[in-house]
Each structure stands twice: as structure tokens, then as C-alpha cells.
């Protein structure tokens, strides 16, 4: 398959903003170290950095990420969520389709990285 180029590749407007998603896109995909910890400092995460250690970021990010079973775990699913609808009683959502997260799945292939790796 042949992926078009758009303004997300190449040369354009949007061309450096692209490559700074794709480079904070690995930054999040990747298990903290202490220069993604330097490096969220350095942001200014105010409210959320300064109460975390290094150890507790990893055992956040492997159940957000790499455990099924977690009940942290967010699946690649986010066309449930991009199909939400509310009602009086709240947010409703779509049951999963086979094969939706296929989005998600080809930009963590973009982005070199599988979960089963970690």
C-alpha cells in the first residue's frame, strides 16, 4: 500500500508541525526514561510531574498501554470514542468493528512501535 503525501509529509506549511507531532508521537510510545522524566519537566507539567517518579510513570505507562487485562488498559480503539453520542443519562458508545483500530495500529507502525515488545 501506498501512502499518499499529503500536508502531513514532505514539503509544505504543515510540513515541520508534522514532524514535531511524529516526534512527540515516539516520545509517548515509548516507555519513560529519564530523559522523557527531564524532558516533561522541562514542559512544565505542572500538577502532574512533580507527584510522579520514574518507576510509577513506567508502571502507568504499561498498564495505559501494554496490558489488556489492566483496567488502566486504553484500547487502540478510538473510533468507538470518535462515534459518541450523548444522551440525558450520559455518554453512550458504538460497540468496537473489526478492524477499526486500524488507524491506530498504522501510526504506531509509523511510529516503530508494538506493544508486545515492551
Known amino acids: 500500500m501506498v501512502e499518499s503525501r499529503g500536508p502531513t509529509t514532505g514539503r509544505g506549511p504543515l510540513a515541520a508541525s508534522a514532524h514535531r507531532a511524529r516526534r512527540a508521537g515516539?516520545?509517548?510510545?515509548?516507555?519513560?526514561?529519564?530523559?522523557?522524566?527531564?524532558?516533561?519537566?522541562?514542559?512544565?507539567?505542572?500538577?502532574?510531574?512533580?507527584?510522579?517518579?520514574?518507576?510509577?510513570?513506567?508502571?502507568?505507562?504499561?498498564?495505559?498501554?501494554?496490558?489488556?487485562?489492566?483496567a488502566r488498559y486504553i484500547a487502540p480503539c478510538e473510533h468507538v470514542f470518535r462515534r459518541r453520542w450523548q444522551t440525558s443519562g450520559g455518554w453512550r458508545f458504538p460497540a468496537p468493528e473489526p478492524g477499526g483500530s486500524a488507524d491506530v495500529e498504522r501510526c504506531y507502525a509509523r511510529l516503530g512501535f508494538e506493544a508486545t515488545d515492551l
Open 26 to 70: 515516539r516520545l509517548l510510545l515509548v516507555e519513560p526514561d529519564a530523559a522523557a522524566l527531564a524532558a516533561l519537566a522541562a514542559l512544565g507539567t505542572e500538577g502532574y510531574r512533580e507527584q510522579r517518579e520514574l518507576d510509577a510513570l513506567r508502571i502507568e505507562f504499561a498498564e495505559r498501554l501494554c496490558h489488556p487485562e489492566s
